[in-house]
Each structure stands twice: as structure tokens, then as C-alpha cells.
């Protein structure tokens, strides 16, 4: 049978990846809570993106910008205004929904029972409102497709209200001087502010990037579905600042490179695809998402946006501070400097939890091994070894004769180069288990011979295959399969 989210949910609570948030109280929804090998995993997925992105581009530099901003950033960027997702809340249930995702529930209920046409015109149709602000409008929709609360079962639907997802909170310590400031709902907007910054104290010139990693706050209406709709959360993101005119080129070439990395760190092309924006945002000139197929179908993993130069624009306004760039390579067509412009910008933003949880559904395999009576069912998570939490687990076969101590030895001399175990207790076969449960792509185990020859053998975690080698090869060995 294939994985469900509940699997996800399950394994990654009772091997210690992801737990509820607060769990003792009952847990707090939408948020959670990385657990010992949860964290490993989302480093290494942040640190394969940093090097992807920093060290693999001498044009692209990083930053970490504070959560808190100055609030009038929230009223360039467009939040404060129009940051809002339509809710409308069922009178008898007492539930509250995104309206637009009822629809789309609609729309994807039409498409499945072969439908195309209807669902495309309904998801039109929604569109359309959505951009008018017809909130009417888009309550009539809903009772006219005859939308039932799932609870209730019937159609006692409020008004449609427009809700902002920005968190608030105050700073100053006395009622009259406190001022409303915001969580950031995005990273995005401490690259933009310090675009100049960077520019200027890096010499950089355009095109160039600034990346970040950090965390970001959106009070999600409908918060389902594990790690992917949370209310806490960090996003992995790089504006690129490009010649206006050349943004096309640069949103074409940052798409393919994206979907690479995607492939790349082991997501199978069939599980992943782009997604063009029907509706674009008012930010944007074009717009697509790179989707995998989650449990619960294909969503949004990743967002690649051309921003035109309203971010800067907007910044230049409020602030009244200039935000251009001089660029004194030679226009062909004047023979003469391009001279000073508001860049435009081409953004990646992936989830950084997202990008997690599509790792683990990928990894999580479940296998029949064996024959007859000796059938038995094997579960392991199939991580590239450069995600792993552990990249190797290493095993005395017994607990004396100076086995421990060889393990230990082995152990320290691997331990600067990359994360290793040592595991002492249960029969060795209980100890492959719980590695492959965890997704340690290598186990080695000491024996009598080992005492010997100081050789090994490798346990690989795929195949169950072992060989024997010599410890003296195990540094190269390994360091070249976690590599990436
Ligand atoms: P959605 O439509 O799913 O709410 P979005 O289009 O609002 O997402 P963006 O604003 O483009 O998302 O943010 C960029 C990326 O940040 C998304 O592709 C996603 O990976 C991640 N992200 C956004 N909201 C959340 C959230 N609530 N929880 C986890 N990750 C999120």
C-alpha cells in the first residue's frame, strides 16, 4: 500500500525527527518541534542548499537578517495591505476555512471525475473574484457549487472575510510608547533592505545574489498536513539582482538550475514538476512553482519569481532612500554606460520544512525481503548519505574482548570527517534495523577478525549487501558517498 501522511507522521514522532510542538500540553497546532535526527536532516538539506547557492555561484553572497524590521517594511512590501487569505466560518460547525481552498477542493473533486473543463472555469471563475476583492462574489460561488461544511453537512456559510496572516507584537516597555512590529511573514525583505549594503561593502556587480536562511511567520488559517503548512517555519531564499530587460534569461536559467538541485539531492523527476501561476501576484512578471507529489498529492515545494523592481521601488518611496545601482558596462545598442537603474529581481524561495518533509515521504521505504516462512518486512529510510543524520553506525560484535574498545578507536578516527556512531547493545541484527530506521546509509562491524587484520565489514544500507574492507579505507570510502 502506498505511504500516507500518517506513516510520515508516526515514524518521524517515534524515531525522533519530528514531534508536536509543546506535546506535554497537548501540543500547540501547526507548530513542531525538530527531535535529535530531524535536526541533522534539516541541516544537512540547509547546508547542501547554502553551498548550492554561495559556494557554488562566486557571484552569490549570504546574509542572516533579523525577524524583527522596521514596521514601515511591511507597508512597502505590500503585507500590511494585501497579505490577507479569505476565510469564511460555517455557523453550526464553528469552523473556520481559506474559501479559496474550498473551491480549489471543488476544482480538484471536478478534475478527478474527468472533468477538465469544469474545473479549469471554476478555478477561472475564482480567480477573477479573488482579483476584484469581490468577496460576495466569491461567497455566492461557493453556494452555488452547493460547497458543504464537512462537519455539518450543510451550507450555513458567513460572509467571506479577508484575514491578515502577519503576527504582531510590541516593542517599548510602557503602553504609550509601544509600537505595533511584525514577525516577518518572509526572509525576502532583509535581503531587499540590505541590498545597497551588500552591493556597496561587497563590490558586487550586477547580476549578483543574496541568500538567506531563516525563520518566518504566517498565522495560516487552515494549518493541516504535518510540516507543510506551519505557523512557524524557515525558508531558504536568494533574490537575484539582474539588469532590467535580462530578467527573463535569469528566471529561466535560475528555473532549471532549482529543479537540478531538487534531482539532485535525491527527489525523482517523476515525483517533481513545475507549475505556472494562473494568477500572478502583484509583484510579479512571471511566476512558477516547483510541485512534488507529497501523500496527499502534487503541492508547492519551491517558488521562482521574476519581482520586476517593485520591492526596491516600494523601499525607494517609503524610505526615501535611493536604491539604484550604476552599472558601467557598455549598452551596445548607445555605446555609452547603462548607468544607474533599480535592478530587477529573480527569487527562489523553498521551504525549508517542506523540502524536509518531501525528503522524508521520498526516503521512506517499505520492503518484503526473504522467502516463504523467512518473509519478513523491512522499513528504511532511502536518504542520499549526504542527508543522513548518521552517516555511519559502527558495531563490536560482542561486548568484550577489546571489540568495544576497536569500535571506539575506529569511531574517533572517522568522527572530524563526518557524524558516527557507536552501538554496543541488542543482537547485531536488531542494530542494522534501527540504523536502516534512521536512514545510516553504512554499518560497520568489528569482529574477531578485525583484531586481526583491522579489517571491517560495510553493511550498506540499500542493498543489505556487506563487504570487507580494510579501516585504513574507510575515511575514502565513505567520505565519498556523503559528499555532495
Ligand atoms: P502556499 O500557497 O502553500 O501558502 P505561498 O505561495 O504562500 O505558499 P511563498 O510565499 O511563495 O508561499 O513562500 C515560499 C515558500 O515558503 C513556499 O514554497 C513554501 O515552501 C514555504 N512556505 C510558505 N508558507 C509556509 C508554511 N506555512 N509552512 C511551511 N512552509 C511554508
Redesign the pocket.
Known amino acids: 500500500p502506498a505511504t500516507t501522511l500518517q506513516d510520515i507522521i508516526a515514524h518521524a514522532k517515534e524515531y525522533g525527527f519530528v514531534f508536536p510542538s509543546s506535546e506535554i500540553y497537548d501540543g500547540l497546532q501547526?507548530v513542531y518541534d525538530y527531535g535529535q535526527n530531524g535536526v541533522e536532516l534539516k541541516n544537512n538539506l540547509k547546508s547542501v542548499w547554502w553551498k548550492a547557492m554561495t559556494q557554488l555561484h562566486d557571484e552569490v553572497v549570504g546574509i542572516d537578517a533579523s525577524i524583527f524590521m522596521h514596521p514601515l517594511t511591511w507597508k512597502a512590501s505590500g503585507h500590511v495591505d494585501s497579505f490577507n487569505?479569505p476565510m469564511i466560518d460555517n455557523r453550526d460547525s464553528k469552523k473556520r476555512y481559506r474559501a479559496d481552498q474550498l473551491l480549489e477542493a471543488k476544482a480538484e473533486e471536478y478534475a478527478n471525475a474527468g472533468d477538465e473543463a469544469r474545473s479549469q472555469a471554476l478555478l477561472t471563475e475564482m480567480g477573477r473574484l479573488l482579483g476584484a476583492e469581490d468577496l460576495e462574489g466569491v461567497r455566492n460561488l461557493i453556494i452555488s457549487e452547493g460547497i458543504k461544511d464537512p462537519i455539518s453537512g450543510n451550507m450555513n456559510w458567513t460572509e467571506v472575510r479577508q484575514f491578515n496572516l502577519m503576527f504582531s507584537t510590541q516593542v517599548g516597555s510602557l503602553a504609550e510608547d509601544a509600537s505595533t512590529i511584525y514577525l516577518r511573514?518572509?526572509t525576502a525583505q532583509g535581503i531587499f533592505v540590505n541590498f545597497l549594503n551588500v552591493q556597496k561593502t561587497g563590490r558586487m556587480r550586477v547580476p549578483f545574489g543574496i541568500a538567506q536562511i531563516g525563520k518566518?511567520f504566517?498565522n495560516?488559517i487552515v494549518?493541516r498536513q504535518f510540516?507543510?503548512?506551519?505557523?512557524?517555519?524557515?525558508?531558504m531564499?536568494m533574490q537575484y539582482f539582474v539588469r532590467p530587460g535580462t530578467e527573463m534569461a535569469w528566471y529561466n536559467t535560475w528555473k532549471a538550475s532549482r529543479m537540478a538541485f531538487h534531482q539532485a539531492i535525491g527527489l525523482p523527476t517523476e515525483r517533481l514538476k513545475f507549475h505556472d501561476h494562473e494568477k500572478l501576484?502583484h509583484y510579479a512578471n512571471a511566476a512558477v512553482?516547483?510541485e512534488y507529489k507529497f501523500p496527499f498529492g502534487f503541492?508547492?515545494?519551491?517558488?521562482i519569481?521574476s519581482r520586476t523592481d517593485f520591492d526596491l521601488k516600494a523601499h525607494q518611496e517609503l524610505s526615501k532612500k535611493k536604491q539604484q545601482y550604476f552599472d558601467n558596462d557598455v549598452d551596445p545598442a548607445t555605446g555609452k554606460p547603462y548607468g544607474n537603474y533599480i535592478p530587477y529581481v529573480v527569487e527562489t524561495?523553498?521551504?525549508?520544512?517542506?523540502?524536509f518533509l518531501a525528503t522524508l515521504c521520498n526516503a521512506f521505504t517499505k520492503e518484503t525481503v526473504g522467502e516463504g516462512d523467512a518473509q519478513k518486512e523491512r522499513t528504511y529510510l532511502k536518504l542520499h548519505p549526504a542527508l543522513a543524520p548518521i552517516k555511519a553506525a559502527i558495531f563490536p560484535l560482542v561486548r568484550k574482548d577489546g571489540l568495544p574498545e576497536k569500535a571506539e578507536q575506529i569511531m574517533k578516527s572517522l568522527r572530524s570527517e563526518f557524524r558516527v556512531i557507536t552501538e554496543e547493545r541488542d543482537a547485531i541484527g536488531k542494530r542494522y534495523t534501527r540504523q536502516d530506521l534512521i536512514g545510516t546509509p553504512f554499518c560497520i562491524a568489528v569482529d574477531y577478525q578485525t583484531l586481526e587484520d583491522d579489517t571491517v565489514t560495510i553493511r550498506y544500507r540499500d542493498t543489505t549487501e556487506q563487504i570487507r574492507v580494510p579501516i585504513a579505507e574507510l575515511k575514502a570510502r565513505i567520505g565519498h558517498e556523503v559528499s555532495m
Open positions: 501547526a487569505d511573514p518572509e518566518a504566517r495560516e494549518a510540516t507543510f503548512r506551519m505557523r512557524e517555519f524557515e525558508q531564499e501576484a512553482d516547483i503541492r508547492e515545494m519551491e517558488g519569481h524561495s523553498v521551504g525549508a520544512d517542506r523540502l
